[in-house]
């Protein structure tokens, strides 16, 4: 079973805009969502999409961030849009939804991609 692994963060103004992927082939039916930890910060639950295409986005990024599946269900996508320099963080995808403290360090957790956000 492959290890998600996420793609595409960079370093943008704000109010600028990225778009994060996630691919996941391996996780079958699973909750694919996205994390984010920044530098002295507790790493946080930001968006999940479910198999049947159910989302939940947390407060933090509701309205600017939009997550979105392939058909075959082997990516992931989060549109990350106005960004703010609080953003700046790793993000970071996993074949999960529960706590980071849960699923940080087990087969379900991919690698990071840093987002840095200039004010």
């Known amino acids: 079973e492959m290890r998600p692994v996420a793609s595409g963060g960079g370093s943008v103004q704000a109010g600028g805009s990225l778009r994060l992927s996630c691919i996941a082939s391996?996780?079958?039916?699973?909750?694919i969502s996205w994390y984010r930890q920044a530098p002295g910060k507790e790493c946080n639950l930001m968006s999940t999409i479910s198999s049947d295409g159910t989302t939940y986005y947390s407060d933090a990024v509701k309205g600017r961030f939009t997550i979105a599946q392939d058909k075959d269900k082997t990516a992931v996508y989060l549109q990350v849009n106005n960004l703010k320099p609080d953003d700046k963080a790793v993000y970071y995808c996993a074949a999960d939804s529960g706590p980071c403290e849960l699923v940080v360090g087990t087969n379900r957790w991919g690698q990071g991609t840093q987002v840095t956000v200039s004010s």
């Open positions: 391996g996780s079958g039916e699973s909750d």
